[in-house]
């Protein structure tokens, strides 16, 4: 539901509206948001730079949502989740051309993804396990207020990044909700931290429109995510490529 309407039906405050209603009668699942502006602004501010435009109209403002769960018994691992919830992607200043645009109203099925993991374990409620999610819900709007590249924009970790491309918005939109979830990782039992996104350059121009990828980091690497991934969509027949780091990511700006 969230993934497939159309832009306006699951703007960031309708997707609100909707997570409340599937998770505010389970008392497994926690739900907080977090929409007021100023807090945003402090805590997010990489994302609040996306959300600068759309924030102005009071329909596509943005919204962090933040879902738990703890299951029951001895936590013995910690899962961290953060999805791309980009509600529509305009490109902002460097707009979509050429016809491109249509169909930018699924950029956030990473987010989605997210949303329906909660579900499922609300449904199964499997032990050991703590999973913490973030919903990054927001629209790349363009206008008079959007941001643009060359600007620079200090991050909640407090690294300072330089706008290359306005269309980059999805690793914006989810860096801050990053920095959190690596803070809440620093004390989390055997913690793993997953980000989700959809629509994304480096998988359509590496594999095509119809296929998921996986990229693990170092120490994902070291648990076997990815081939555990792959194997799991072996099984369920959505197959999963496994992406690897090049050299030439250190001088290029790949999306």
Known sequence: DIGGSDPETMAAPAVQAYVEGVFSSNSVITLSVISDATTLINDFPLFSAVNRCASGVDRHAGRVIKLEYNGTGTIDRTLLLVGKGVTYDTGGADIKSGGVMAGMHRDKCGAAAVAGFFKT?????????????????????VGANCYVSD????????????????????????ADCL???KELAKTATNPHIITIATLTGHVIRAYGPAYSAIMD????????????VRQAGDVMGDPFEISTIRREVGSTNLK
């Not at 374990?121 to 709007?141: D, E």
């Open 121 to 141: 374990l609300s449904i199964l409620q499997p032990t050991g396990i703590k999973v913490i999610g973030y919903m990054a819900m927001v629209r790349n709007s």
């Open 179 to 181: 920095y959190h979830a």
């Open 217 to 228: 980091n170092g120490p994902a690497e070291a648990a076997a995510t990815a081939s555990n």
């Open 151 to 174: 600007e620079i924009v200090v991050s909640k970790a407090n690294v300072r990044v330089r706008v290359g491309n306005t269309d980059a918005e999805g690793r914006m939109a989810m």
